[in-house]
């Protein structure tokens, strides 16, 4: 699914967010660079947006990124040539449950939108503390469920029928945005994931709920 969405996935995310997408990720990564990590591992990297906003928010050495989808990492390689970051950013082929790196091996480790696709949240979860340096920050930003009404309401309806609509028009997947509702809806966010966050052995952790709790980032650190 994700290798046939590929080439169209950058668009439809800023089209289908209106924009605000840009806000999201700027957000979770102006709380992580503060932290000045060198050496960051971004997990379920899609297409490399996350990777090349780190590069240019935090300034790190090293961005490595990794993901199950051939078709995102070739998308995502191309941009990374675009911009003259393949000294900076590095795009592997690794599963999130079993990452291929020895342990305590980043400063930080970071997840944008993918966490909820982990076919085994906890597995995933323990694979990225194993990488993790002592002292190394997890940063994860993910969809939520708004609670308020008419919040709730609207954010319903608009991903369960207008947003599936406009992504199968254009992306030529019927599956891929009917999909992304069904995983928000069926991923624990909020308190619930800070509990399985902490069931791991993060420590510290932090929840902060963005844009009426359409999405939320996640922090954690392995001491």
């Not at 990297?45 to 090293?62: H, L, Q, R, W, Y």
């Not at 990124?65 to 070739?74: C, K, R, T």
Request: glycine share 6%; net charge positive.
């Amino acid at each position: 699914m994700f290798n046939n969405v590929s080439s169209r996935y950058d668009f439809l995310n800023h089209f289908l967010s209106l924009g605000i997408d840009f806000y999201w990720r700027k957000s979770a990564l102006k709380l992580l660079k503060k932290e000045k990590p060198k050496n960051i591992l971004d997990v379920a990297t899609g297409t490399a947006d996350f990777a090349i906003e780190a590069v240019s928010i935090i300034n790190p050495d090293k961005v490595i990124g990794v993901d199950i989808s051939e078709g995102m990492l070739s998308y995502g390689k191309e941009k990374i040539k675009k911009l003259q970051l393949q000294k900076t950013i590095e795009l592997k082929y690794g599963d999130s449950e079993n990452l291929p790196f020895e342990s305590n091996s980043f400063d930080a480790v970071t997840v944008s939108y993918g966490v909820r696709n982990f076919e085994n949240l906890e597995k995933g979860l323990k694979s990225i503390y194993d990488v993790l340096k002592p002292g190394g920050t997890c940063l994860i930003l993910e969809f939520s469920r708004p609670k308020s009404f008419p919040i709730k309401q609207l954010y319903n309806f608009y991903f369960k029928n207008i947003l599936p609509l406009i992504g199968k028009t254009i992306s030529k997947d019927k599956s891929a945005y009917t999909y992304l509702f069904e995983s928000v809806q069926s991923f624990p966010d909020g308190k619930n994931f800070i509990d399985i966050f902490e069931s791991v052995g993060f420590k510290q952790t932090q929840w902060v709920s963005l844009t009426f709790g359409i999405t939320s980032i996640y922090l954690g650190k392995k001491l």
